[in-house]
């Protein structure tokens, strides 16, 4: 009798963490791709807008300028803590995978530097990390085919 007032409880809807449930992680995991895919392309429009002005010949030390790259730099910041957090989900979602098919124990507790230790984390922090820091331009020369060849940073950023 106690066993069944315990399992009424812990199932009824106020008393249940959305962690238990797998179908609310994974569209918790959704909502966080598209926001991970939200400011990303609003971080890649920046930086082709910043390449669009330099090749207008507008200046890369200009006010405007900096300010492009200020919003970049914090598009990049979001991107980078919100890849974290999809993460930490992720690997919530697959602990309740293993619980569900494997009768595994549930932990729900994820430590902070869990994604710390997965590659794949890591090739997503180099991939999103390169953007030009606002107060800062430099050209890069390379000599191609007998031209010479200037690229700015705001362009090789761009294009990454």
């Known amino acids: 009798a106690a066993v069944q007032r315990f399992s009424a409880w812990e199932n ?3 008393n249940r963490s959305w962690k238990r449930d797998r179908d609310t992680v994974d569209i918790v995991c959704m ?5 991970v895919a939200i400011t990303s392309l609003f971080g890649t429009f920046l930086a082709c807008l910043q390449h669009e002005l ?3 010949e507008y200046d890369p030390r200009s006010q405007a300028m900096d300010m492009l790259k200020a919003l970049c730099l914090l598009s990049t910041i979001i991107t980078l803590l919100v890849t974290y957090r999809l993460y ?3 690997e919530l979602f697959e602990r309740l995978v293993a ?3 494997q009768l595994m124990t549930l932990d729900e507790h ?3 530097y869990h994604p710390l230790s997965n590659s794949d984390f890591w090739m997503e922090v180099l991939i999103i990390l390169p953007v030009c820091p606002p107060f800062f331009t430099a050209e890069i020369g390379i000599i191609n085919w007998d031209n010479f060849v200037l690229y700015r940073i705001e362009t090789v950023l761009a294009m990454w």
């Open 12 to 14: 009824s809807p106020g």
């Open 31 to 35: 909502k966080y791709r598209n926001y």
């Open 54 to 56: 330099v090749v207008m």
């Open 88 to 90: 930490i989900l992720s």
């Open 99 to 101: 619980h569900l098919t």
């Open 110 to 112: 994820i430590p902070l």
